[in-house]
């Protein structure tokens, strides 16, 4: 198994570009079955995430291609499975996402539930309710979901939870209804909007994206399009929080400032400095911060949740007590005890935690036990004093892109060893 070897303590410099965002180019990938004519996504991250997703349109019969710039290009004219192999789904949570455009393209799906992390519940209820309203039918049995979109048609959906995924797959499910489809309640992330400017550019109507209120006018068919997705806000803040932790001067690149505002307005209550100007955002960080009294994760454009274990991991070393509440996943505190182990002071109660900053960290052998708290964990390990091992990293491959070259270029020292 491979993993991280870190020597932490050296201060980052330099500048990185950031590639487009897993959590958008997933549900593109899966809604470029919905034309027969090619589509290339550009820019794409190599991650494992990708990676699998790659294999389950291999293996309803796309023709998948990328080239060493990052650009994927998916030929769905031979289509010929609605079912999602059961191995592959466990491994990717993200192909649900299929269903919606399965069922449009070919009005018949058959998905095993996802896997994904273990971040705590994540039920597709969301999914399969609002497939319903849409006169799908669904038997589920035996860990599947078959489903039947003959009868579908336009409705008026009101969504209990303000779910990314929800959102996205009623929307892939509602581009070739007649008549108009109305989704209320909806996610405002900025890859929901992501997708709605993908489909326009392939020629659907929708929308309303980034408000409650989604509005999908049904359209014949789509055609071929080369789209370049927004960049991955979650990994612009992770190396945002990794340049506060240990302390000197990077610039990102090729980033969207405002999709991050709220990670932007906390940091800007230490003693960070950051300047944002265009697609560029550079933060300077030295000695020791200051806590923040508390962070709530939200939906969007609250504090995101997939940014919580990294900035956990920053006031772990900040002067004071900071509480962090999680309002999205009830079991994201799974990090932790790792973090304890670097001589972190951390109380958790229910979703709650009281962190308490020491003057510093020491290296220790852990392990990831998810995406983000991974990444979170490597973060604690550059700003440690001492070796840091962290094991179980295929869970940081499903979501960053070379964190050891990246890191190394700006001056940590961290090796990746098998």
């Known amino acids: 198994m491979s993993r991280y070897i870190i020597e932490g303590g050296r201060p980052l410099e330099g500048c990185l570009r950031v590639k487009a965002a897993k959590n958008s180019v997933l549900p593109l990938l899966a809604a470029s079955i919905l034309t027969q004519e090619k589509v290339t996504l550009q820019n794409c991250p190599e991650i494992s995430d990708i990676r699998n997703m790659l294999k389950i349109l291999t293996s309803i019969g796309c023709v998948v291609t990328r080239d060493d710039e990052g650009n994927i290009t998916i030929d769905s004219k031979d289509l010929y499975c609605g079912q999602i192999p059961c191995v592959l789904a466990k491994e990717l949570r993200s192909s649900v996402f299929l269903m919606g455009p399965m069922l449009s393209r070919m009005k018949k799906a058959k998905i095993s539930y996802p896997g994904g992390c273990e971040i705590g519940m994540r039920p597709i209820d969301i999914h399969l309710a609002g497939l319903r309203e849409l006169g799908i039918t669904i038997d589920e049995e035996s860990g599947y979901l078959d489903c039947d979109a003959s009868g579908a048609h336009s409705a008026q959906i009101l969504l209990d939870l303000p779910s990314v995924g929800a959102t996205e797959n009623l929307i892939m499910a509602s581009v070739f209804t007649k008549g108009v489809t109305v989704l209320r309640n909806c996610a405002k992330e900025p890859e929901i909007a992501d997708l709605q400017n993908f489909l326009n550019a392939m020629g659907a109507r929708v929308s309303g994206a980034g408000s409650s209120m989604i509005i999908i006018e049904g359209v014949e068919k789509l055609h071929g399009v080369t789209y370049t997705p927004i960049p991955d806000r979650i990994i612009a803040g992770t190396y945002m929080i990794a340049a506060a932790m240990c302390g000197g001067n990077i610039t990102l690149e090729g980033v969207i400032p405002e999709h991050i505002s709220s990670l932007i307005a906390k940091l800007s209550k230490t003693t960070c400095k950051i300047v944002c100007k265009n697609d560029k955002i550079t933060i300077r960080s030295k000695g020791r911060l200051k806590s923040l009294e508390r962070i709530d994760t939200m939906y969007y454009p609250g504090f995101p949740t997939d940014l919580q274990t990294q900035i956990m991991a920053l006031q772990t070393i900040s002067r004071g007590t900071s509480v962090i509440a999680e309002n999205i996943f009830e079991t ?85 060893q098998i």
């Not at 990293?393 to 020292?413: C, F």
Request: hydrophobic share 40%; net charge positive.
């Open 332 to 416: 994201r505190f799974k990090t932790v005890p790792q973090l304890i182990k670097m001589g972190a002071d951390i109380t958790v109660r229910d979703r709650t935690a009281v962190v308490r900053g020491v003057p510093g960290l020491h290296g220790a052998q852990v392990s990831a036990t998810d995406l983000r708290g991974g990444a979170s964990l490597v973060l604690a390990g550059l700003a440690a004093e001492g070796r840091t091992e962290v094991r179980e990293i295929y869970h940081i491959d499903r979501g960053y892109e070379d964190m050891a070259p990246i890191l190394s270029g700006l001056g940590a020292n961290i090796i990746r």
